[in-house]
């Protein structure tokens, strides 16, 4: 099998068997943003749709709820965890996890309504729940 080089967290399920399909000094993967929050450090998340709307769930397991933080930008719903201080971290032999932060972003649905979004967050599962909106008709009345 053929090895890749890539930024390290960044290897995907998608850009993994690709090869050097992927540049690594893209402008994608050398941003601030990017290299602030590694992919490696997204949650995982499910993206339901409903009868009436879309459910997100994301899986942040070891963090309490006052620590993610929620927010609607022109139509996107960004969910970011807390950026953990590196002093002090362990010397570690081996690290498969941490919790050094991580930012997801969610374009929203034009049905949306952003208004009536709702979140709760049970055993490390965060599960935010978007209701379309309810069309509006008007009756004109003739005279």
Known sequence: MKSYACYPGARTRFNAPVGGFVNPYSPRF??????K????????ANIIRETN?????????????DQIKIELKENH??????VASTEGKPKFVREEFDYTGFKRAFRLHQTADTEAM??????GILTLVIPD???????????
């Open 30 to 35: 050398t941003n601030e943003s990017t290299m």
């Open 133 to 143: 909106k309810v069309p509006v008709t008007t009756k004109i009345n003739i005279v």
């Open 77 to 82: 719903l960004i969910i970011t965890g807390p």
């Open 53 to 65: 709307g879309f459910k997100i769930e994301l899986a942040v397991p070891g963090l309490a709820k």
């Open 37 to 44: 929050y590694p992919v490696a450090n997204r949650p995982a």
């Open 118 to 123: 709702s979140a709760t967050f049970d055993q």
